[in-house]
């Protein structure tokens, strides 16, 4: 079953049969830094929203979409049509060295399964890594970004030293962090990270972002 959702100027179509808009994305397209007429690659974007989240933000950008799910890279292409927005969804894995040229883009940016697969979480399917590791996900993201550009995903506290180790492993050097979570008497529950392709040390962390359960604000 299909359903609507209005980001702004934006009408996101969705299905029940694909991962749904969440607090993730919406907290990560106001984190990652953009700029007018950027190249942007969404990997792993299933219906669009990240590209039309962030778009909302800057609309002259160049919009690419990686998607392995024929149904939502489908539901993405709709999204971009039904919203006059320009843009490439390619159907494909994004690990495969074929599909696009590196050294491209100015932002590459994920909402990626982030519970090991085999970890006994809660995250559901969808929330797994098991097609993809974030080793895998950081050296696609490092190969697609152009010197000097940028990599922002969402990702698991308790994952942070792997994730740091496979950026770095991939020539992407953790430059902003931000912590998430509900409240002050709660261990935060998701990190905010974006790293420079060729970018020298030097970590600016932000203060920890506060979330009601339930809310996208």
Same mark, same amino acid.
């Given at each position: 079953m299909e359903s609507v959702e209005y980001l702004g100027q934006y009408r996101l179509t969705q299905s029940d049969a694909h991962f749904k808009l969440g607090r993730d994305s919406v907290l990560l397209a106001r984190f990652a830094t953009l700029k007018p007429r950027w190249r942007v690659c969404d990997l792993g974007c299933g219906v669009g929203t990240l590209l039309l989240l962030l778009s909302q933000r800057e609309p002259r950008l160049a919009r690419t979409g990686v998607e392995l799910s024929?149904?939502?890279?489908?539901?993405?292409? !709709?999204?971009?049509?039904?919203?006059?927005?320009?843009?490439? @969804?390619?159907?494909?894995?994004?690990?495969?060295?074929?599909?696009?040229?590196?050294?491209?883009?100015?932002?590459? @940016?994920?909402?990626?399964?982030?519970?090991?697969?085999?970890?006994?979480?809660?995250?559901?399917?969808?929330?797994?890594?098991?097609?993809?590791?974030?080793?895998?996900?950081?050296?696609?993201?490092?190969? $697609?970004? !152009?010197?000097?550009?940028?990599?922002?995903?969402?990702?698991?506290? #308790?994952?942070?030293?792997? $994730?740091?180790?496979?950026?770095?492993?991939? !020539?992407? #050097?953790?430059?902003?962090?931000? *912590? *998430?979570?509900?409240?002050?008497?709660?261990?935060?529950?998701?990190v905010l990270v974006e790293s420079v392709k060729g970018g020298g040390p030097g970590l600016d962390v932000l203060p920890t972002q506060y979330q009601q359960a339930g809310s996208y604000t």
């Amino acid at each position: 079953m299909e359903s609507v959702e209005y980001l702004g100027q934006y009408r996101l179509t969705q299905s029940d049969a694909h991962f749904k808009l969440g607090r993730d994305s919406v907290l990560l397209a106001r984190f990652a830094t953009l700029k007018p007429r950027w190249r942007v690659c969404d990997l792993g974007c299933g219906v669009g929203t990240l590209l039309l989240l962030l778009s909302q933000r800057e609309p002259r950008l160049a919009r690419t979409g990686v998607e392995l799910s024929p149904g939502a890279a489908d539901l993405a292409r !709709r999204n971009l049509a039904d919203n006059s927005l320009d843009g490439t @969804i390619l159907l494909g894995d994004f690990r495969d060295k074929a599909l696009l040229p590196g050294d491209t883009f100015d932002l590459v @940016i994920s909402n990626p399964p982030y519970f090991r697969s085999g970890s006994g979480k809660s995250g559901g399917p969808a929330r797994m890594d098991e097609n993809a590791s974030v080793q895998e996900l950081c050296q696609a993201a490092g190969r $697609l970004t !152009r010197t000097g550009g940028r990599f922002a995903l969402v990702y698991r506290p #308790e994952r942070l030293a792997e $994730l740091f180790a496979a950026l770095q492993g991939a !020539r992407l #050097e953790p430059k902003r962090l931000q *912590l *998430l979570a509900y409240s002050q008497a709660k261990p935060p529950y998701a990190v905010l990270v974006e790293s420079v392709k060729g970018g020298g040390p030097g970590l600016d962390v932000l203060p920890t972002q506060y979330q009601q359960a339930g809310s996208y604000t």
